[in-house]
């Protein structure tokens, strides 16, 4: 059994590590990636605060601002330096212009700029200029170029970052920048007055497009259209915002792809707020971090580790629902994980594994069912009727294999003289007869619930009670011996019809406790029952020729009987190693021989020889050249020239007979 047990969960783990091995494979394919991307979406779209942590303000260069300043872009650099001016006066934190001035214009524009920006330096007011990276691509080579801001500006005092992004496959922008000196980190440094957080890998978005207080350009430049202080104390991000369709279908607009399109949000987010989404994350420290490998790997080897076992003890539908509690879990806990901790653990793969090595197990288990249930219809089909073993296929815990101790009710059957006969018959009259034989009786005995045990030459055993439980075995297998004897005549008359000889059948019955289960080799077993009720009940069989009866059942089979099957106690005996004498039966339709028969032994057993023996004599008389009432009456005359004292028994030993 434990054998059994080690090498189904060997063959589920062999199934589960390799559907493990192809989950592994799919995750590095893109589609995997794009569903681990989706996850990230919905997570960001469910966490989002929709508030800045940070005092920020955004001025957007939308398109009120150039309806408002009637110009084109880029707008002249003194419209800048005037800006700039304004929010130093409005006592402004830091300002950070997402705009990269790498290009010199007018004389007197860049020198109104730079002027503004010294005096914004002078006056402790860090203004942060953006920077970029320019591929170049030659017949040699590919070459990366820093496209920075002017000189004079960088003299005049501005600092500056490099504002790249790095966005996925899927052009959504989900990764911090890692660029040595980016924009949103120096912008943080010069907020905060020391070192911004570089240890997020991932955006912990604020929310969508408008999270951040944004303003129009054109609103900073003039006075009266924002209160007074309104910029005090606070960063200021400035950048183009623009979503006209002119400037789409030009590629101009600074637009990136967020992730808050999982739910329906807008999908386009200016790059003005996704620079002040950065710039958050670095002042706060709270931007996202990737949970360590080594955590999905656990929770995998958790999920193998609470289904594989239970895949062998517990219902297909329990495991199932285990499963699908597993999965619910790790969603729940990469929600939680990311929305109280700020780490991402991707769900998908322990997800995904769980769900592999459920059904790894659940087609292992199948599989293994259906052989169990080819093996249980194999072992069964020829001593039990097909309800039976499709209920033994349904219940497996109906059948223990192993062995176990049974209340059953045993059947043998013989031939009279089946020797003698088969010396006087072909070899193949002889199969032909037996064919016939069992044929007729095996439907019999599985008809009332009966296992056949096995054939042995003519005999035939059988049992009820065993391997499926039977309140009512030994009423099963009394009225089926009947049965059988009832349809001899039939099959004597059949056999007459092909040429072979009638033949008479005796039959023991007895009711015991025995061992049953699989003996045998590993090789070669078959399912049986073993133990002294075997011995007697085939010792009953062979008794039936010293009574003259065709069927014989014991004293403790008789007892388990209704009222409604009659029977006729036949004599005592003892059997070989036991010192208890036991009586014997047969079927009898006379109720009246019934009840003569057992007051003429109960006499006999108590030595009142003249009550015996009106009871025998009357017996001899309604059933002239009855086998047992002749040896009744045989030790009847030898007792009566017994003295008092002498030793006696009313019974006789089986094995005697």
Known sequence: MRATVFKRLALSLGAALLALLLVGAASLSRPWHALEFKTFDLWTSLAAPHRSRLPVVVLAIDEPTFQEVQQRWPFPRSLHARLLDRLREDGATAVGFDVVFADPSAPEQDAAFALSLAAATAAGLPVVLASAREKIDSASATLWTDVLPLPAFVAA??????AGVQPDDDFVVRRMPQLAGSFSAAL??????????????????????GTFDTRSYYQALEAGLLPPGFFRGKVVLIGRSALTASELQNSQADLFNSPFAALGGERLLPGVELQATLLDNRASGDGLRLAPEAWSLALVLLALTLLLPASLRWHPGAVALLAAGIVGAMALLSWLLFFKSGRWLPPLLPMAATAAIYGASALTGYAQARQRARKTRAMFSQYVPSEVVSRLIAEPALLRLGGEAREVTLLFTDLA???????????????????LYFGTMAPIVH???????K???????AFWGAPLADADHAEH????AIAMQQTMGKLCDELERRGLPRIAMRIGVHSGRVVVGNVGSAERFSYTAIGDAVNLAARLEGANKAFGTGILLSGDTAALLPENIPLRVLDEVIVKGKSQAIRVYTPCADAALCRLSADALDAFAQREWARARTGFEALQRALPGDLATRRLLERLNA?????????WSAAQALDKL
């Open 447 to 453: 008809a009332s619930g009966g296992t056949i045990d």
């Open 639 to 647: 007792a009566c020239n017994l003295t008092d004292d002498a030793p």
């Open 455 to 461: 054939y042995i030459g003519d005999a035939l055993m």
């Open 417 to 435: 003289g089946f020797t003698t006969l088969s010396e006087q018959l072909s070899a193949e009259q002889t199969v032909e007869l037996l064919g």
């Open 477 to 480: 297998a009394v009225r089926a």
């Open 157 to 162: 005092g501005a600092q500056y970052g490099n």
């Open 188 to 209: 943080a440094r010069a907020a905060s007055q020391h070192a911004a957080s570089d240890a997020a890998e991932l955006i912990a978005y604020r929310g969508p497009r």
